[in-house]
Each structure stands twice: as C-alpha cells, then as structure tokens.
C-alpha cells in the first residue's frame, strides 16, 4: 500500500510538472522554399525562410517541400534534413516536413472551370511531419499516406480542403476511410486567405460535427508562403483569369496588411515544450486554435480538443484581450454570440453527442478552436 501510494505521488507530481511547463506556441505548418537538397517551388532559401518566420513571431517552423520530382530521392530527403538541422535561427525550432500529393482520386481534374472560364485543377496536398522517410509523389491513397506518416509517430494535416480549384477535389479526403486518418485540417491557408479571402471554418464545421463526417481532428493554419512576393505573385495570377471571371476575383481580393500577409496565419499550439515531438504531441492531442491576424493573442479553454463523456456542457473560453465578436458553434450551427469581450461561457444540458467549436472576428484578424466534444 505505501509502495502504491507513492507511485501514485510521484504520477502526480510529474503530471503536475509537465503540465506547469505547457505554454502556446506560434507555429506555421505550411512554408516552402527554393530547390535545394529536395525540390521545392519557393523563391527563398529555406534559412532565409526561418529566419522570415522567427520575424513574424513564430517558435516553431515546418518547412514542408514538394518533393514531386524524380530527383526527390529518400537520400535527398535526409539531406535536406540534415541541411536545415544546422541552421541557428534563435529561439525557433526548425523541421522538415512534406507537403504531399496523394494519389488521384476518383473525382481529380487538371484543369477546372471558373464563370465558364479555364482555371487551374485539383491539388490534393497532406502537410506530413514527424516521418522517417520520404514518401512518394502520388503514390499512395491519402488513408495509406497517413497510415505510413502515423507509423513514424507523424501526424496528417489537409491543406486547402475545398474542394475547387488548387484545393482538394470533391469528396476525396472526406471519404470514409480517408477522413479517418486526418489529424488536423487547414481552417486557415495564408496565402488564400491574403489573396482572396478564402477560409475554411465551415469545413471544420462540417467536419468535427457529428451529424456531419463526425471526426476528431484538430484546427490548424498554414502560411503557404512561397516567398516574399507569395501573395502578390497569387493575385497576378488569379488576376489574368479573362472577363467576369477576372473581375470577380478582383473585387475579392484584400489590401495587404503586410509586408508578408500570408505569414499571419499561426497555429497557436498548447506544448509541453519547444522540441518537434512535443509539437506532434499537441497535435494529436488537438490542442490547437487556428487564428489570422491576432498577433500576441493568447487564449484559454479547458477541455480543448478533448472528448468529454458527459452531457452536462460547461464551455468558458477566455482571451488574452477583448475581441470585437466571439461565436460559438455546436454542431456547426451558431448558438451565441457576444461583442467586445475578452470572455465567454456557456452552459447545458445535452441528450445527444455535439460537438462546439468557439471562433472570433476582430477587424480582418480571426480565430477557431478545436473542437471540444461532449457525449451523454
């Protein structure tokens, strides 16, 4: 008895320490930069692109190459690897990743139609980190992809989910078996969202909810840079689309609000540290909260991402400063909302399982909570 009850002192007492350490950490999933060990499509070289990272605030930077070429061999893949280990960017953790295309699916088209006019097709990319080993260019379904990744201890996240033009193509990564695997999903994709605000909240939405695919992922974002002019190089393309396809997208188009907009995109993730395995460990754990535009916000919420068995729901969410509107979410559909607060709470009694979901608007800047799951 006096052996259990000192085990159980000592569980306490380092669970107690390890959560002591948990702070937020800025973190950018989604980056690339030019070809270098591996091929890539950025026009930076991957320190520069720490370091414009470090700049922006972040602590922790995902470099996550294409690696769509033959010469991206699994000896390049190391390299790479080695390379961006050496790099000194104080006070950022650095990794290398993929930003992967999966096999095509069923519905995948190479060039798509926007107002009836040409429009580039369908890209079906998993940011992956946290694997060994290089894994092919279009070679795997996204489940076998993310199959391999997890085998690794590496976790899966759907970038630009769609579907539509240079997102994913219709009803792929949600199918069953696919959707099954995801660890995370891109709620907010810089560069789309600097370029011609487009988010993915209601994806999230649809996704986390249980009367929708039902799934217990986290909310993440991604830069998506690909250089300096990443946003600017985005809207001139999207610009040259002829007649009314053309003016649309125009009248969609932000003003910058950046020298780099695409890097206001952050994943705030809730880590018992600053190494890359405690960042996977977040993520899986889905404590995360996707924001754009919030610098320096910081954020509370018991029971983030967690699955709680009970029906008795009890939400507080508290923000390091007031937010012109606060939303709350269960099972998609907005329940509450408050204006210019820095706190929210809510409370019931539910007879079904619902997912909520917390998100905020504050100027051009926007944030979403994982999910917090609740099951009677």
Partial sequence: MIRMSLALAVVAVTAHAAHAERRWLRANFHAHATTEALVDDGSESAEALHRAVRAAGFDFSLHTPHCDSSTATAEAFVAQREAESKLNVAGLTIAVGQELTVANGPSFERRTRVLGQSAPGNLDHLTIFGHKALVGFRALTPADACERV???????????????????EEGYWE????????????VYNGQALAAVAIDFESRYREATAYRGLGIKIAATTGAD????????????????????????????????????????????????????????????????????????????????????????????????????????????????????????????????????????????????????????
């Fill in 225 to 376: 840079t690909h250089g300096p002019t990443s946003v600017a190089r985005a809207q001139a393309r999207l610009a040259g689309l002829a007649g009314a396809a053309s003016k649309l997208v125009k009248l969609m188009m932000p003003a910058p609000t950046s020298a780099r907009p695409e890097l206001l995109a952050a994943t705030l993730v809730w880590a018992d540290g600053t190494r890359t395995e405690d960042v996977l460990a977040a993520v899986k754990a889905r404590r995360t909260v996707a924001t754009y535009a919030l610098e320096g916000l910081r954020v509370t919420l018991d029971g983030l991402g967690e699955v709680r068995k009970s029906g008795a729901v009890k939400l507080r969410l508290g923000l390091s400063r007031k937010l012109a509107e606060v939303t709350l979410y269960r099972e998609g559909v907005a329940v509450q909302s408050w204006r210019d607060v820095d706190v929210a709470e809510w409370s019931e009694t539910i007879s079904a399982p619902a997912a909520y979901v917390f998100a905020a608007r504050d100027g051009a800047g926007r944030m979403m909570t994982s999910a917090i799951w609740y099951e009677p």
């Fill in 175 to 186: 199918a069953p078996k696919n959707r099954a695997r995801i660890d995370a999903l891109e």
């Fill in 150 to 168: 997890h085998r690794d201890g590496g976790v899966c996240i759907v970038n630009h989910p769609g579907p539509g033009p240079m997102m994913w």
